[in-house]
């Protein structure tokens, strides 16, 4: 069993960064993989970025390559997810969730947190 919870959104200004952070708890978060994924209002869960057990591996989505970096400390029991170059279409609720192997898929994804808010504004 993990437990997740997300801190570190806000409002921030189009072109700023806010670091997102993921806290699990459980002696396993280190054999999970780590995936964030984000909704916005009347849209689908989208995949954002994933992270394997180790921090060896990473994906991103597309829409996010180049601005936003996923990382994890397993001393600490926490994945990160760094924005920069935030953009208005940002604007969206974040989750972390845990995964038994790095997938984009969400349904694979057995633990959630309850969302952290991101909005940008223009």
């Known amino acids: 069993q993990v437990q997740l919870v997300e801190s570190g959104g806000g409002l921030v200004q189009a072109g700023g960064s806010l670091r997102l952070s993921c806290a699990a708890s459980g002696r396993t978060f280190s054999s999970y993989a780590m995936g964030w994924f984000r909704q916005a209002p009347g849209k689908e869960r989208e995949f954002v970025a994933a992270i394997n057990w180790s921090g060896g591996s990473t994906n991103y989505a597309d829409s996010v390559k180049g601005r936003f970096t996923i990382s994890r400390d397993n001393a600490k029991n926490t994945a990160y997810l760094q924005m920069n170059s935030l953009k208005p279409e940002d604007t969206a609720v974040y989750y972390c969730?845990?995964?038994?192997?790095?997938?984009?898929?969400?349904?694979?994804?057995?633990?959630w947190g309850q969302g952290t808010q991101v909005t940008v504004s223009s």
């Open positions: 969730a845990a995964a038994p192997g790095i997938h984009s898929d969400y349904e694979l994804y057995h633990y």
